[in-house]
């Protein structure tokens, strides 16, 4: 009995050595991911609050679309150097630079169409568009430092009864 309690703990210290830095970027890059998405989504309240004729709306739809670029090209550009060397790391990276050159396209689109050229049928499509290529994200940072787990699935059965 006290053995058993013995050998639980020495796993689980392990297993918090072994897993907590990857739990912890996993975290942050999620939240990371989210606000990305949860951004381009208040783009989207912005544009409907244009539409309807509110005041600052167009200002902040103008803001909001530097904010997204830069933000978003730093988060790609950070994640592609720091978690080059960790499973699905890179394709974070590798993802959210791929969504930061298409915000800057849709910033382009945008732009345009404010200038007379006719692409708003362009423009409210690609920005939903945008939502889901942000959720795609989020899932792969999510995914995180599990790679190489998955390859080597000896431990999956401790791992399905801690429900990770
Ligand atoms: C990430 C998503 C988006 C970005 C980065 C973006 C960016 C922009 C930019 C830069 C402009 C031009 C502002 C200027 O005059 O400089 C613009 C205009 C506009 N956008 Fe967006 N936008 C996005 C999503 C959307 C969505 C989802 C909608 C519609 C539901 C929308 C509707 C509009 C409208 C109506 C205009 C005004 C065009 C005009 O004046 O003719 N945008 N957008």
Redesign the pocket.
Known sequence: MIADTHDAALHQNRSASGREPHDKLRRRWSVIAVLIASA?LV??AF??A??SGVDFA?AA??A??AL?IASTFTAGLVATIALRRIPNGLKLGLMLLALAFA?GL??AI??M??NGVNL?WL??PL??A?VGFAMQAISAARKIGRGRERATNHDAPMRKLWSI
């Open positions: 381009i783009q989207a544009a409907g244009m539409l167009f739809h103008k909001m679309a997204l915000i849709q910033t945008g732009k169409s404010a708003m423009h409210v920005g939903v945008l």
